[in-house]
């Protein structure tokens, strides 16, 4: 059981606080301020009000639960003081306070969207719902409904607040210049060993018959729920769409949410209560079913099926692959040329096969934080070679035959200014974001309510919470 409760937990907080540690809080009602009060046989603390921003309270709790969220995310607590923990959930509500007070727009309706988008994440990784209401002690999924939808609007003004102070801040070439030199020689950054690679990808062709077997069958199974079957159990059966699956095919969705062209057009295009012909996208052939339309947002349950790839048309594609590798080999064409010529990937095509960097959007990958998978390609290559043919899986589970060659490698070395002027840009624009952060503190600090009790005004803050 403790198993699973510690399962429900890290998909919970691994969902919510994905690009930064944010820390949970409930809004209570300042009529509810229980204060902290003491036994005086045992000195035994009672939760309270530790702190105050603006109409934000901080429980004593409050710290509990967040010593209790970076744990859950497998990160050690055994360094952060209490003093540190409340100094960043004071930080939170003020990013929090001033994104109302600056009229910065969090619809109910766009925080609602997220919240369905992440218990549909939890349900399917954890298993049932009732799990995490009983995780977090709620009475029940509607009491933990409310208590998520306050978690998920408090964090959503908190990042819109951040994203407003860090996308004012622009720097010009010249502070990048005054940035580098004023770096001390010996403190100067150095940068890991590099490479640039790229890649020709050759995608086994479908058949028309395996088409039109998934075709076929998702007829079959609009012809069956027509008839009285239950579509979500279809999907819950049937579906390939691992996001959805375990929820019977369920999204919730909008123009903006983040889905295939195609998938959205038939979407928008159905009646509440409809279901469409199959289509194509590139994940494979779905159907769809509109169960609800709420103004903008739509409410829908689909079911994805993909042919199946057969030997003869993965053996075509190597063999395919392995002619275009012999003729860069014998010097007929280049690499780049035969990318941008014959290569089945549209994303790398252009760029002569150039792979992208997700992490950093440009073409160089740290040998120390490269996948695993692409470095096992990649890492005993000489200059100008080129790999062996092998197979490979994109996120939706399709197989593709790649060649994969080392185009440039840049050793480990002291930053250059002209070399590596990209990375002391980046760098020199998160300083001057930092500081930028750091004035915003300083002069929302002054201007707003902000009340620390008991023992915390004993703290040695990095921000002048206690206004001496």
């Not at 295009?269 to 339309?293: M, Q, R, W």
């Not at 950093?360 to 100008?384: A, C, H, I, W």
């Not at 020199?428 to 707003?448: H, N, S, V």
Request: aromatic share 8%; charged share 30%; net charge neutral.
């Amino acid at each position: 059981m403790k198993s699973i409760y510690n399962k429900i937990a890290l998909a919970f907080f691994l969902l919510l606080f994905s690009s930064s540690i944010t820390f949970a809080q409930e809004i209570i009602k300042e009529k509810i301020d229980t204060i902290r009060k003491s036994n005086v046989d045992h000195k035994q603390k009672i939760d309270g009000v530790v702190a105050k921003v603006g109409d934000y309270i901080i429980l004593d709790s409050d710290i509990d639960k967040a010593y209790l969220e970076i744990s859950s995310q497998g990160n050690s607590v055994k360094d952060i003081s209490r003093c540190q923990m409340l100094g960043k959930l004071l930080e939170d509500k003020l990013y929090a306070h001033q994104a109302i007070q600056d009229s910065l727009k969090v619809t109910d309706s766009e925080v609602k969207s997220l919240m369905e988008d992440q218990l549909s994440h939890m349900v399917e990784q954890i298993g049932s719902i009732d799990k995490v209401v009983k995780y977090y002690k709620k009475n029940s999924e509607e009491e933990f409904r409310t208590y998520f939808f306050d978690i998920l609007k408090e964090n959503k003004l908190t990042s819109e607040m951040q994203k407003k102070i860090v996308d004012a801040v622009e720097i010009t070439p010249e502070e990048v210049r005054n940035f580098f030199k004023s770096i001390p020689v010996a403190d100067l950054p150095v940068f890991g060993a590099e490479m640039e690679v790229a890649q020709i990808v050759v995608a086994p062709k479908v058949s028309q018959a395996e088409k039109q077997k998934v075709i076929d069958k998702l007829n079959e199974f609009k012809k069956e729920i027509l008839a009285g079957s239950s579509f979500a159990t279809k999907a819950v059966l049937y579906s390939q769409d691992p996001g959805s699956r375990a929820t019977g095919g369920f999204y919730k969705m909008n123009r903006k949410t983040p889905f295939v062209k195609e998938f959205k057009d038939v979407a928008f295009s159905l009646a509440e209560g409809e279901i469409s012909a199959p289509f194509e996208t590139d994940f494979g052939y779905h159907i769809i079913y509109v169960e609800k339309i709420k103004g903008q947002d739509i409410e829908l349950r689909h079911i994805l099926l993909t042919p199946v790839i057969t030997e003869d048309a993965l053996k075509e594609a190597k063999e395919k692959i392995e002619l275009i590798r012999k003729r860069i080999e014998d010097k007929e064409i280049t690499f780049a040329e035969a990318a941008r010529t014959m290569s089945d990937e549209k994303e790398t095509r252009a760029n002569g096969g150039a792979l992208i960097n997700p992490k950093t959007q440009d073409t160089r990958f740290e040998l120390t934080k490269m996948d695993p998978s692409l470095y096992s390609q990649v890492s005993n290559l000489k200059g100008g070679e080129v790999s062996l043919p092998f197979m490979d899986e994109d996120q939706s589970g399709k197989k593709k035959i790649k060649i994969i060659t080392v185009t440039n490698r840049i050793e480990a070395h002291t930053a250059d200014y002209s070399k590596d002027y990209t990375k002391i840009k980046d760098l020199a624009l998160k300083d001057k974001q930092i500081k930028a952060i750091g004035k915003w503190f300083d002069e929302k600090i002054k201007e707003t309510y902000i009340k620390i009790i008991g023992e915390y005004r004993d703290c040695n803050f990095t921000n002048n919470w206690l206004k001496k």
